[in-house]
């Protein structure tokens, strides 16, 4: 039976593929018309838009307050970092190493506190924040160079057995298409989560954590899986991250880095992709923009971030949750039942 879409439906779809293809096309065309300084700081915009996605899967789709969202970047970033300057592992290679370890470390952490909820669940992620930081000055088994950090970080390579090398990512260029196909790739499977029935389900917790238990919702299990991927995100952000600076120190992982990830997902909209760039893109460029004033940019960021909230408390795009999600959820507890 031929599934049938709604006029409704087909002018939604075309009105987004109004907007993405000059979107596409500009993120294209865009590194080769300004220099390399305005190419890295593309690269850093989507470095905190990786971030933000990596923690809105925690704080916009399941509703749970995380503050020490860098330590799971710092941990894909040491990771790569130690990896290939130990070991001579290729950068490719260690990005899913990355994820997996930072990943690991957050179903290890928070198997026995994911019950907890609000304020406690919070003051947990920032200590457990606080301690990766301090652990990496303390430089434990000589691994991870103390205050001063890892240096000589290679280039992220590829190379045939036979041929040798045929790609090496080794300028601003090749870096700033790295970041942003990565990106994509993660917007695509975030919104296909969205919309499957993992993503219901982290919804159905975020509105309401007792309903969606008496639905047949199992919560600890997706708050956990929530945790994992997030930080699986994060610790590909670091492995790209350490590549692109060839060294990482303490300094980059502090506590500021996860405020500014949980301002990127409150600026943009919790649960909200469109949303979560929004807020990455004025993260990272209000500095540069403002950077003739530096000793007040603190003093206007922090007016902004005020205005924000006062006047668009749902933040710059909101998702939209309606009515088609909560009739998934009586499909979804119809077929548990059955």
């Known amino acids: 039976m031929e599934q049938v879409i709604s006029p409704e439906k087909k002018g939604l779809r075309n ?22 300084y305005f190419i890295d700081i593309a690269f850093f915009f989507g470095i905190y838009a990786l971030l933000g996605l990596s923690l809105n899967i925690v704080l916009g789709e399941v509703g749970l307050f995380d503050l020490g969202h860098a330590g799971f970047y710092a941990i894909g970033a040491y990771t790569t970092a130690i990896l290939n300057t130990k070991f001579g592992i290729p950068i490719l290679v260690l990005i899913p190493v990355a994820a997996l370890a930072a990943a690991l470390f957050a179903y290890v952490v928070f198997s026995p506190v994911i019950h907890l909820q609000g304020d406690y669940l919070l003051i947990v992620t920032l200590g457990m ?7 990496l000055i303390n430089n434990p088994f000589d691994l991870t160079g103390g205050p001063n950090g890892v240096f000589g970080i290679d280039f992220p390579r ?19 298409f790295l970041i942003w196909a990565i990106v994509g790739l993660t917007i695509i499977g975030l919104k296909s989560l969205q919309n499957s029935r993992i993503g219901r389900a982290w919804n159905y917790i975020r509105e309401d954590e007792v309903a969606a ?30 590549c692109k600076l060839m060294v990482v120190s303490p300094e980059s992982f ?38 003739p004033f530096a000793m007040y940019r603190m003093l206007i960021f922090g007016s902004a971030m005020i205005l924000m909230m006062m006047f668009r408390p749902g933040g710059a795009w ?3 949750r309606g009515a088609v999600e909560f009739r998934s959820l009586l499909e979804d507890s119809g077929r548990s039942d059955a």
């Open 318 to 320: 909101p998702r939209k």
């Open 129 to 135: 924040g606080e301690i990766i930081r301090q652990a």
């Open 15 to 36: 009105s987004r593929l109004f907007i993405l293809v000059p979107v596409i096309a500009a993120f294209m065309v865009y590194p080769f018309l300004v220099s390399d």
């Open 213 to 242: 238990n008496a639905t047949g919702i199992d919560s600890r299990h997706y708050k956990l899986l929530a945790f994992v991927l997030g930080a699986g995100l994060a610790g590909v952000a670091g492995n790209v991250y350490a």
């Open 254 to 291: 502090t506590f500021w880095e996860s405020c500014l990830m949980f301002c990127i997902v409150l600026i943009g909209g919790m649960g909200s992709i469109p949303g979560v760039l929004i807020g990455a893109a004025f993260i990272s460029l209000f500095p540069e923009i403002f950077r």
């Open 158 to 176: 590829i190379a045939l057995p036979g041929i040798g090398e045929i790609f090496v990512c080794d300028s601003s260029i090749k870096y700033y």
